[in-house]
């Protein structure tokens, strides 16, 4: 099984999803080729994580063409996005319906909001929520792998919800 980390990111916070999320996958034993090239074909029994910021309302134009253009029948499938408001985590959840529908299996979608003023002028940050991001990435590829993780610390860890264990 291959692991692929597709994303596209104008100011910089989806590509730092991106590399946190690969901390996690590598976490959980993975090895992911991380990349802003959107030509890759997804092959059955791959594992794509694929992310992009919201840009008014939508995903970033060729993140729409991968997703879109592509067959992803029994592909395993993680969807991430950076957006500034709920819009734009709503319109990530219609992505992941569409998704299913195109036939691709979800194991996942994380939607981190920016903070701070800036973010009305769409140059928010992420910060505290940063750290949901590896956590995410170890927990889609232990579902992946077909892993369950028994001892309940690690459980905690791996929900994100303890920032100093990572
Ligand atoms: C041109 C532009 C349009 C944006 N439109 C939206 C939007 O419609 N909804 C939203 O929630 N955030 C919007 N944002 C905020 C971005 O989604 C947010 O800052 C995100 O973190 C950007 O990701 P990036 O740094 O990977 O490019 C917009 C940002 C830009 C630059």
Excluded at 146 to 152: A, D, L, Q, T
Aim: aromatic residues 10%; contains cysteine.
């Amino acid at each position: 099984m291959h692991i692929y980390i597709i994303y596209k990111s104008l100011t910089g916070n989806t590509k730092k999803m991106a590399f946190e999320i690969k901390k996690g996958i590598e976490k959980a034993g993975g090895k992911a080729i991380i990349t802003s090239n959107t030509s890759i074909v997804p092959q059955k029994g791959d594992l794509f994580f694929v992310g992009s910021g919201v840009y008014l309302n939508f995903l970033h134009p060729s993140i729409k063409k991968i997703l879109f253009k592509n067959n992803w029948s029994g592909v395993k499938l993680a969807l991430f996005s950076s957006c500034a408001f709920n819009s734009g985590a709503k319109h990530m959840r219609s992505i992941e319906k569409e998704m299913r529908k195109k036939g691709a299996i979800i194991l996942g979608t994380l939607c981190l909001r920016t903070s701070g003023i800036l973010r009305f002028f769409a140059l928010g940050r992420l910060s505290r929520n940063l750290f949901r991001a590896p956590a995410f990435g170890e927990k889609i590829t232990n579902r992946a792998f077909g892993k369950r993780v028994k001892i309940s610390s690690k459980k905690t860890r791996i929900h994100g919800y303890l920032k100093q264990a990572l």
